[in-house]
């Protein structure tokens, strides 16, 4: 091992220095192609969330890659349900079948326990990408990347829950006059969720607006869920454990507020609203029928038609174009909700050209294209993302739009990435479902906080402990 | 209850006229019945297949559509330029091949259960146990096994998976309508010279064939449906019709027009087969053999 | 085949038994056992072992860890809730469609034009993936954009939201809805094709004694498809010991864990928390408690046989 690792550093050293020269004049990206064709021929197996975030590699930047360098890019679509399960049992299969991984940032910890990722570290120096890494908007640069201070994803998706409301609604004077009149505040984006409340009241009330319309709607659905809860309780001050014992304490009043309001706004949600995920929410706000909606950015997008509707043949046609308003949820701080990572499978055979493949996918130039694509689902993530002309012209007030990522992109909140997420996740989730299901509140997080601790006593305290301070230490893991 | 009854001619006219006949006044109330139940058993996948039409805004509509406003076949030309109709064909060769294999092998080790009680109650009951290995817990044993062998993502990998999982289904239906079947006329082509494999070929397995196909109808569809083993033991080569349509749903997408006509041309191939071999399926056995 | 044939010469058959060519009974039954063998035997092995390690997304420990994975279970009050969720479930939807499977079976088993359509045509919602069965159905038992609530809307006369995959009341039955739609079909058309080798002389003879259609039923028709019937119910019965994809689908177990199933909950443990070793002791238990019914059942019918 220690003689494979030194010659892999010399190797390093030497192509640093051959290529030193001519890297000064060229940008991250040329210089991942250049580096990348002595690769030529080879193919690279690479796992992508299926569906829609897949086209991006079909479509475009796989075709453009074997194009510039001669490495074929082999898609391996898989469904998000089971792209963890896949990507482990890869690799404690040890079968090498995946090159370039798609992870989501929350399980890097678990993934890279397990020895399934490569440290990028190495090779980012090697070529270069410190500088542009710093481009990344702080929230994904600051928390996406590493674990244990070892980089393992190049932060590639710009996900962030923001608060969509309609522009024309909360502008008309009638509503404002009414709506003053009756809660003796003025009509706003919500800034609480008390007002999240009463705002949604108003408008589900409103009988101009007629009993198909409602105040909001969000996404219940176990699976996402939790993503939503998370961000509540944390804007509400809860914290996941003490930080000392590694109690759960989720059970905490900030929780079971958090559950109860939840539960409080769905008298002023379409009935059924338990059982929405995103379509039918999404669906739902482009019909018109919503006066705010929590989502992740590509309804910005779509509602004003900006996307290519041969492709995304799922979303309904925007009766909402030009009347959309972006807002940071009520707490100023969104939760960043999933997202992706660019990260390289330990096992491949070709890592250095899947790293360069990452490289140039995630570099500025190629990556403004990626993220403007009309039937992709990949976000802005970099700052010169947000602040690109074209992207800010889109159309109307896509400016308004970018100006919201961006915001989002700085207190945004990390979902929760600790050891073995996904099982404290789901107690969480089966809480939730719970107390929707008529389950009282603070009994539901008692159980699910008594069943995190049992994973915490058995995953072991202290490791738990490390993995947990880790994550609370980085900037966004809390608001601050 | 009723219906179980002696065969009558149909339509004859008598001197009552139609209607007084007994006979055909309970064939029109069994039209009525079977009109009404096919109705209520086919209306979700009405549901599913208007899919294939609506506009997405007319998936989520309240109060629900239940006539498209359009019947293009948008949905379907999707299909076939994404190439997610290719996942069709995979299934029909995994599923087809595995069902060929199963009831293959299965009857006749079915016929050696029943005839002969090879290896008693206990390899009977070995083999059912087969099925009773809960799929998802075996899948990632089975991913290792594969992996050693090389056999990820091939087709006759999936074939022999699905040929082993549908043995235990196979045998023990086909020993139980084997043993329907009078023993005498084995004994007396026996008797008569035929070797034991003509008598399995020209007697058994024509006795059996109600029982064969409807078994076999099965064998396909168990293969056909299967998700967790194909989803796990494949990658992009021997991506099967259930893991494509998966491809449909998630977190920001949930493409319900290419679910709806994938399941269009999904189902019509097999509706097709049963509706050609049912005939097998009712024919039964008229040979007034005596029941052993 | 023909080359095989000299094996089975009849030669030594017919006079102590029919039936007494040793290397001909074994020589059908090999094929089968080994394309078992081949596929189980490995897993199997694989997941005894497992089960005494300590296999887990924390960590790969492959020493030998005693009774720690079979300990757990008897303090995991989720696993029994589960599989009691799985045994009261099949107990109430198979006979639901055994029922329901015998009477369309007995609809059809005489001869009507137009027959081989309706048989077809019923056999369709087995076809369906049942991933996206449970998802279409979930869309069908949606409060708003469903036709279910809409049609129970017109019965009553008024508006009726149900939240069929969310409220508690609720969720049992819109999983039984789906599973006895999907899997009636099942019983159906292998109860038919018993029913059609039922000897017809019998029933005729029968019927020119005098004798009613229901006696007729029960004392010709169903001991005639007893064996058949019985192991249509095995089937049927293992299979929906493994439910899965329906509540996946249609509630994700949820409300809490109102749904679980043993299959789910295994899933949730084996696939996504890469419980590993705990999932293979589970396997077992479940693998052994089935035996115990299986062998039970079947005794039962052996003897009433």
């Known amino acids: 091992m220690p003689l494979a690792r030194s010659l892999i550093g010399l190797g390093a050293t030497v192509a640093l220095a051959l290529g030193s020269s001519a890297a000064s004049a060229q940008s991250a990206a040329e210089r991942a192609v250049e580096a990348a064709k002595q690769y030529a021929g080879t193919t690279l197996n690479v796992t992508w969330e299926a569906g829609l975030q897949a086209q991006d590699p079909l479509l475009f930047s796989g075709p453009k890659w074997e194009e510039l360098t001669g490495i074929k890019i082999n898609v391996v679509e898989i469904p998000i349900q089971e792209l963890f399960t896949k990507t482990l049992a890869e690799h404690r299969a040890g079968t090498g079948a995946f090159d370039l991984l798609n992870v989501v940032p929350a399980w890097i910890p678990d993934l890279a326990e397990a020895g399934a990722l490569e440290p990028l570290d190495a090779f980012i120096d090697q070529h270069g990408y410190r500088d542009e890494l710093q481009d990344i908007a702080p929230v994904y640069r600051d928390n996406q990347m590493a674990y244990q201070d070892t980089v393992y994803g190049l932060p590639d998706d710009g996900d962030v829950l923001i608060l969509y409301y309609r522009k024309d609604l909360f502008a008309d004077e009638n509503h404002r006059a009414a709506f003053s009149d009756r809660f003796g505040y003025d009509l706003a984006p919500p800034e609480t969720w008390q007002q999240f409340l009463e705002i949604s009241q108003y408008f589900t009330e409103s009988e101009e607006l007629g009993p198909d319309f409602f105040g909001s709607a969000q996404i219940r659905v176990p699976g996402l869920i939790h993503f939503f809860f998370e961000e509540r309780f944390r804007t509400n001050g809860g914290r996941f454990f003490d930080q000392e014992t590694m109690r759960a304490q989720i059970n905490s009043d900030a929780g079971v507020q958090a559950l109860a309001g939840m539960i409080e706004e769905h008298q002023f949600m379409p009935p059924g609203v338990e059982a929405w995920g995103p379509i039918e929410t999404l669906s739902a706000w482009l019909s018109g029928n919503l006066a705010m909606m929590g989502w992740w950015p590509p309804p910005g997008r779509w509602s004003d038609g900006f996307f290519d509707a041969d492709v995304l043949s799922f979303v309904p046609t925007s009766e909402v174009a030009g009347k959309v308003g972006y807002a940071l949820p009520p707490g100023g701080a969104p939760q960043l909700a999933a997202g992706f990572s660019l990260a390289v499978s330990s096992d491949s055979a070709n890592k250095e050209a899947a790293y360069l493949f990452a490289q140039w996918l995630n570099s500025k130039e190629i990556s403004i294209e990626r993220v403007q694509l009309p039937y992709a689902l990949r976000d802005p993530f970099r700052t010169s993302h947000f602040q690109n002309e074209d992207y800010q012209n889109a159309w109307g007030n896509a400016n308004e739009y970018l100006d919201t990522l961006q915001k989002g992109a700085e207190t945004g909140l990390l979902d929760l990435s600790i050891r073995s997420t996904a099982a404290y996740e789901e107690a969480l989730t089966r809480a939730i479902t719970a107390a929707f299901g008529g389950e009282d509140p603070q009994a539901a997080l008692d159980q699910a906080a008594a069943e995190w601790d049992r994973l915490t006593d058995r995953i072991g305290v202290d490791v738990q402990k490390r993995a947990y301070s880790d994550w609370a230490a980085k900037p966004n893991a809390y608001p601050n | 209850m009723t219906a179980v009854s002696v065969q009558q001619p149909l339509g004859v006219a008598s001197s009552k006229g139609w209607w007084a006949r007994k006979a055909n006044r309970r064939l029109v109330v069994r039209y009525i019945v079977a009109t009404i139940v096919t109705i209520i058993f086919l209306f979700p996948v009405y549901w599913l297949f208007i899919m294939a039409f609506k506009t997405p805004e007319e998936v989520f509509a309240s109060p629900p559509v239940w006539l498209p406003s359009d019947f293009s076949l948008d949905g379907f030309v999707e299909l076939f330029r994404d190439g997610d109709v290719n996942t069709v064909m995979n299934s029909l060769i995994t599923a087809g091949t595995s069902t060929v294999f199963a009831m293959f092998f299965g009857t006749i080790a079915a016929y050696s259960l029943a005839r002969f009680k090879t290896g008693g109650d206990n390899l009977a009951i070995w083999i059912i146990s087969q099925r009773m290995i809960p799929p998802i817990t075996i899948v990632f044993p089975l991913f290792l096994m594969y992996a050693l062998l090389g056999w990820i993502d091939s087709f006759h990998g999936l074939i022999l998976l699905y040929t082993a999982f549908n043995l235990p289904y196979v045998i023990w239906m086909m020993r139980g309508y084997i043993e329907d079947i009078p023993i005498e006329l084995e004994h007396s082509a026996l008797v008569d010279g035929w070797t034991r494999w003509q008598v399995l070929w020209r007697v058994v397995f024509p006795m059996a064939r109600a029982g064969l196909f409807a078994t076999a109808v099965f064998t396909f569809i168990f293969a056909w449906n299967d998700f967790i083993f194909a989803l796990i033991l494949s990658r992009t080569e021997v991506t099967t019709f259930p893991v494509q349509m998966t491809r449909f749903f998630g977190h920001q997408q949930t493409f319900w027009g290419k679910i709806g006509a994938m399941s269009v041309i999904g189902t019509l191939p097999i509706f097709f087969a049963v509706a050609a071999m049912q005939r097998f399926i009712v024919r039964g056995i008229s040979m007034g053999a005596v029941k052993g | ?305």
């Open chain 3, 1 to 305: 085949m023909k080359a095989t044939t000299s094996i089975a010469d009849t030669s030594f058959g017919y006079r102590v038994s029919v039936f007494a060519d040793r290397r001909f009974k074994y020589l059908l039954v090999w094929p089968a056992v080994l394309i078992l063998l081949l596929v189980a035997i490995f897993p199997l092995i694989n997941l005894l072992i497992v089960s005494f390690q300590d296999i887990s997304i924390i960590g790969e420990n492959k020493t030998f860890q005693g009774g720690l994975n079979y300990g757990r279970l008897f303090e995991d009050a989720r696993l029994w809730q589960s599989i009691w969720h799985t045994l009261a479930f099949t107990a109430v939807a198979l006979p639901a469609e055994l029922i329901l499977g015998l009477l369309l079976a007995l609809l059809f088993v005489d001869r009507m034009p137009g027959r081989g359509i309706f048989v077809a045509l019923l056999i369709i919602p087995t076809v369906i993936s049942p991933i996206v069965a449970g998802a279409m159905w979930r869309l069908m038992l949606d409060t708003q954009f469903g036709p279910v609530n809409q049609i129970l809307g017109w019965i009553v006369g008024g508006p009726v939201d149900i939240t069929w995959t969310v409220d508690r009341a609720f969720v049992w039955p819109a999983i039984f809805i789906t599973e006895v739609w999907q899997w009636t079909p099942f019983m159906f058309l292998l109860l038919l094709a018993a029913l059609s080798n039922v000897d017809k002389s019998q029933i005729e003879a029968a019927q020119i004694d005098g004798a009613s259609g229901l006696r007729i039923f029960f004392k010709i028709v169903l001991p005639a498809i007893k064996p058949v019937l019985a192991i249509v119910l095995l089937i049927r019965g293992l299979d929906l010991f493994r439910l899965f994809d329906i509540v996946w689908a249609l509630t994700k177990g949820g409300p809490g864990t109102t749904t679980e199933t043993i299959s789910l909950y295994a899933f949730v443990l084996g696939f996504q928390q890469f419980e590993t070793s705990y999932t293979a002791a589970i396997a077992f238990v479940v693998i052994v408690l089935l035996s115990i019914i299986v062998i039970l059942a079947l005794r039962r019918v052996e003897l009433a046989r």
